[in-house]
T-cell receptor
Framework: GQNIDQPTEMTATEGAIVQINCTYQ??????LFWYQQHAGEAPTFLSY????GLEEKGRFSSFLSRSKGYSYLLLKELQMKDSASYLC??????????FGGGTRLMVKP | DADVTQTPRNRITKTGKRIMLECSQT?????MYWYRQDPGLGLRLIYY???????NKGEISDGYSVSRQAQAKFSLSLESAIPNQTALYFC???????????????FGPGTRLLVL
């Protein structure tokens, strides 16, 4: 089975940097996704990591350590529109996704 | 135009009623999925289909059934709705195979279902 943990809520200030952590335990690992979901809307793809290291994409970066079962999503130069839930999802050996409960990020002025 | 569409967007029904949620996609993807989302529980997989002749149960399939009418259409049915099936339902699609993006799933806008 799989177990994915991420904080329930975080608060940060506009213009700052925030790191959202995700730890996982899985019987088979085939990659990790981060999705952004605004309230009442569909999740949208942010990043994918399958190898250890940092993937940077504009203001967003995602890091993976397979040996530690750990990932983080780093958001720089926070904007009010970044207020959303951030979902960590692990892909197993059968290519199916298991989602964490999501981290609700509130960006304050 | 949206690549993945869901109908209806909102639905209120009564306990015991049969309802169907529909999903259509124009992305040309072979793989389609149905998830439900409840506060604090994240997205949980109900059923998935890797092609028209393939149907598989997910984590929480009890009380649900699906039909893959065509590559582009995947319907979810609640045979006899109950209040604890009140949730936000999402359809998703992905392309088969590995590669850059790792078979990213793309989600529809969701159907908000309330069972009274």
């Amino acid at each position: 089975g799989q177990n994915i943990d991420q904080p329930t809520e975080m608060t940060a200030t506009e213009g700052a940097i925030v790191q959202i952590n995700c730890t996982y335990q899985t019987s088979g690992f085939n990659g990790l996704f981060w999705y952004q979901q605004h309230a009442g809307e569909a999740p949208t793809f942010l990043s994918y990591n399958v190898l250890d290291g940092l993937e940077e994409k504009g203001r967003f970066s995602s890091f993976l350590s397979r040996s530690k079962g750990y990932s983080y999503l780093l958001l720089k130069e926070l904007q009010m529109k970044d207020s959303a839930s951030y979902l960590c999802a692990v892909k197993n050996a059968g290519n199916m996704l298991t989602f964490g409960g999501g981290t609700r990020l509130m960006v304050k002025p | 135009d949206a690549d993945v569409t869901q109908t209806p967007r909102n639905r209120i029904t009564k306990t015991g009623k049969r309802i169907m949620l529909e999903c259509s996609q124009t992305k040309g993807h072979d793989r389609m999925y149905w998830y439900r989302q409840d506060p604090g529980l994240g997205l949980r997989l109900i059923y998935y289909s890797f092609d028209v002749k393939d149907i598989n149960k997910g984590e929480i399939s009890d009380g649900y059934s699906v039909s893959r009418q065509a590559q582009a259409k995947f319907s979810l049915s609640l045979e006899s709705a109950i209040p604890n099936q009140t949730a936000l339902y999402f359809c998703a699609t992905s392309a088969a195979g590995l590669g850059q993006g790792g078979e990213t799933q793309y989600f529809g806008p969701g159907t908000r279902l309330l069972v009274l």
